[in-house]
C-alpha cells in the first residue's frame, strides 16, 4: 500500500499551537474528527463537529482522565492491518472503525519538572495514553499516518493537497520514525528524573540520552569525517549551540568545539573585570584581564600572537568598538561573547566571514553534570570537572609564604590550567598568562614550552624579559620529579600551585625551599584529555 485516504482523525494534543486550524482543515475536506477533553473542547468552541472517545469506546472517561484511550475500539482501529482478513473480520465482528491519522503531542513532562511542581503533579503528568496510541500509530505507519509535532503541520497540509487527501508511504514513514524519537525522548525524560531527582543516582543501572538533531556540519574535525550538533530535548545551559550567531559563514565542527573551551574558560572570570579568552585546537593560548576590555585583549594576544592566528576570542562581557577593531586586526574565526553594543557589531562587520556568537550568559563553572566520552565498546561517564578553589583552600607547604599578589597569580593560572591539555603548565603575572605548556608526554617538557612562549613573546614585543620572570607557575597534576619544578624556576617562577600527592612531594618542597619559592598545594588535580 502507498497513498492511504485521511477519513477518520484521532486528535489529542496537549500542546494545542495550530490545532484548530488543523481541525478546521481537515473538517472542511469531510475528514471525521474524534478527540479527547480539552482538545475536544478547544475545537468544539472553534465550532466544529467533534465525536468524544468515550463515544467511540463506550466507556467514559475514568480515573481522573487517566483512562480514556486504552481500549480495543481505539488500538484496534489504529493497529488493524486494512488488507488482512482475519483482521478486517475482527473490526466487523466488533464494529471498530479504522483510525487514518493520528495527532497527538505528549502531556509536558519536562516543562512540569522545570516549573518545580511537587513529585504527584510530576508523576500526574507522565502520559500513558498519549505513547501508546502514537507507538500504535506509528507501528501501523503502513496505513496510518502519525504526527506528533506541531512543526509539521505544515507538510501534513502540503501532503493531504498533493496527493488528493491522502498520505504517502514516504510521508508516514519519515513522521513514525519521528513518533518513536519523540516517545523514546519522553522516556528518557521519565527515566532520568526518576534515576537523577527522585532517587538521586549517579550512575543509574541504564542510562538513556535523549538530544535532538540540531543542524549537520559540513564535516568533523577532518573533511573525511560526518558530522551534526545535536541539543537536549528540555532545557539546557546555555552555550554555544544556544547562541545567536550575529554574522559569519558556517559554524564547522571546530568551530563549535573550540567556542565552547573558549566559552567555559572565560566564564571563570567574574564579570566585574573584563577578559579575554584566545584559544586554538581547544586549548588557550592567550589569557588576560584587564582594567578595559581592549587592556585584555591586548594583553592576552601578546602572550602568543603566532598562536592566535585563526584562533577563537572570548570575553567574559559586551564587547565594544575599541576592542572589536583591534580584534579584527588579525584573522580570527569565531569571537563569542555576552553581547556586543553595535558600533562593536558594526566593526565586525568589515569582517564578513568573522563568526560572532552572542550569548545570553556564561555557564556556571561550578554546575553539575556528566560528561561522556565514547571508547571502542562502550561509554564513559564522569562527572564534569566542576572543582572551584580560592585562597582559602591552599595549603602552603614551603618556608617561604606567598605574597598576596604571588596568590592572586596562582590562582589565576590555576584557572586557566584547569582548561589546558594534560601535561598542563601555566606561568601568570599580573591576571595574564606568560606561557603555556599543554599535551606533552612530560611534565618538565610543559614547562619548557611555555617558557619557550614566553621568551618568543618578550622578544616579539621588546620586553626585556619574558613574563615568567616574577611569575607563578600552575601544574594541572602533581610535579612526580623535582626537575619539573625546577624548569620553573629556571624560567623565573617565584610561586608554583600545584594538586600535591606525589610520593616525592618532600623531595620537590625541599628543592623549592633551597630555590627560595614559595608553593601551595591544592589537593585537587585538573587532568583533561
Sequence with gaps: MTDVAIKRALISVSDKTGIVELASRLAKVGVELVSTGGTAKALREAGLQVLDVSDV???????????????????????????????????????????????VNLYPFVNTVMSGADRDTIIENIDIGGPSMVRSAAKNHAYVTIVTDPEDYRGLYDELAEHNGGTTLPFRKRMAAKAFAATAAYDSAISSWFAFADQGAMFPEALTVATKLGSTLRYGENPHQNAALYLPNGPATGGVPQASQVQGKELSYNNLNDADAALNLVAEFPADTPAIVIVKHANPCGVAQGASLLEAWEKALACDSVSAFGGIVASNVPLDQPTAEAITKIFTEVVIAPGADEPARTAFAAKKNLRLLLVEGLPDPARPGLDMKSIAGGMLFQSRDNGVIDAGDLKVVTKRQPTTQEIADALFAWKVAKHVKSNAIVYAKDNVTAGIGAGQMNRRDSSRIAALRAAEAAEAAGWDAPMTVGSAVASDAFFPFADGLMSAVEAGATMVIQPGGSMRDEEVIAAADEAGIAMVFTGMRHFKH
Design 57 to 103: 469506546t463506550g466507556f467514559p472517561e475514568m480515573m481522573d482522565g487517566r483512562v480514556k484511550t486504552l481500549h480495543p475500539m481505539i488500538h484496534g482501529g489504529l493497529l488493524a492491518v486494512r488488507d488482512d482478513p482475519a483482521h478486517v473480520d475482527a473490526m466487523e465482528a466488533h464494529d471498530i472503525g479504522a483510525i487514518d491519522l493520528v495527532i
